[in-house]
């Protein structure tokens, strides 16, 4: 089994470290629940540590009015404790903060040993919430970049809809079904992973609602659908017809293509070009004809859905392609 250290990991190791040391330095009573919050506030993107640092936050600061309200309003006993969760747990559900309803607990338990709802009390307990939720919001100010990552899924992707396109264009020409599809499968997969990190990208920048690889991955995804919808009507075609090598044609040219990049204008103008080719022929004579060059229109017809969905998406500049330009799909 491999042993591996994440970069999430370090900061979780080194925020709780820090977050001890200041409160313990500062003199706070009950210090090592500083390193506690920091802990529970190092998340893995910078939108998801801070949402996860305000609930902790609004929950102590609930937690602390509360446990005033209680333990001096009526007494210092367990069962004034499950009373006042009876309460405070509704209470800080209904201001959307349940994530902070562990370590707010904490703080109810520190005021309930200390016996006494004080200014010196509040204070000391505002300032390990302050220290905890401070430290960890510094250390998840660094977030690696993925972009590596995400080219890398982008190329994985590319290449098999390459070599399933090629796949195609050979059955069209001569039926050859030896192909065991597991580009499909990996296709899928990888489409699946790409997005989830281009969302965490996401939300790694607060000014960001979207960016460029995940449109680009939901293009990709939408026309992986295309892919897998009219591959049963290809390896179903019950005759070779001419048509079938006009397309296979095209198909072959289309893989050469296939970039994050966007300029589909030349492979639209070509399928219409075939479009009219086809209409142009003559009519078939046997059903089977009439049922392969059917199945072949349909496909042509979902290609042009495939390259229609690109036209939208103004395209990726990858480290590669920054210095190059290309005709794309």
Known sequence: MKFRIGYRTLKTALGTAISII?????????FVSAGILTILCIQVTKKRS???SWHRFLACIIAMAFSALFFQGIA???IVIGLLLLFFIPTVVMFGAKEGVVSSSVIIMHIYSAEKVTGEVLLNELGIITIGIGVALIMNLYMPSVDNKLEEYQRGIEANYKRIFLEIAQYLKNQDSSWDGRELTETARLI????ALAIQD????????ENLYYQYFKIREKQFEIIERVLPSITSIPKHVEQANIVAEFVELLSKGIHPGNTVLFYLEKLMRMKTEFENMEL?????EFEA????????????????LKRSFKGLKTSKDKSEAAVTN
């Open 284 to 288: 078939p004579k046997t059903r089977e």
């Open 50 to 52: 801070l949402q996860a």
């Open 76 to 78: 210092y006993h367990p």
């Open 293 to 308: 060059r059917a199945a072949l229109l349909h496909f042509v017809n979902e290609m042009e859905q495939f390259l229609l």
């Open 22 to 30: 200041i409160a313990q330095y500062l003199g706070f009573e009950n």
């Open 202 to 209: 996401v939300e790694n920048h607060f000014l960001r609602d």
């Open 192 to 195: 699946e992973k790409a997005k």
